[in-house]
């Protein structure tokens, strides 16, 4: 079992940051890959992000690249998104999320926290 706690959303303007975080606990050791996604009101759950927690490699999505960064605490078992340059159309529910594989299909992931509210205003 792997618990995920999220925190960090909030309410922002357009153009302005907030950085996220995911705090791991339980059997981590058997998940080697870390992601977020997101969930925006009548839409379905979109890949935001993905790292590996041993050697820290990254993946993005194209709509989020050079915006926002994915990075990992190992000392205390914690993800981070750094999101810059915010955008009304990141508004969503942000999720992470414990997987075994390294993909953008959420299908591949065994474990999500409970999200973190992201509202970004024009």
């Known amino acids: 079992q792997v618990q995920l706690v999220e925190s960090g959303g909030g309410l922002v303007q357009a153009g302005g940051s907030l950085r996220l975080s995911c705090t791991a606990s339980g059997r981590t050791s058997t998940y080697a890959n870390m992601a977020w996604f997101r969930q925006a009101p009548g839409k379905g759950r979109e890949f935001v992000a993905v790292i590996t927690w041993n050697s820290g490699s990254t993946y993005y999505a194209d709509s989020v690249k050079a915006r926002f960064t994915i990075s990992r605490d190992n000392a205390k078992n914690t993800v981070y998104l750094q999101m810059n340059s915010l955008k009304p159309e990141d508004t969503a529910v942000y999720y992470c999320?414990?997987?075994?594989?390294?993909?953008?299909?959420?299908?591949?992931?065994?474990?999500w926290g409970q999200g973190t509210q992201v509202t970004v205003s024009s």
């Open positions: 999320a414990a997987g075994r594989t390294w993909s953008p299909d959420n299908k591949m992931y065994d474990y």
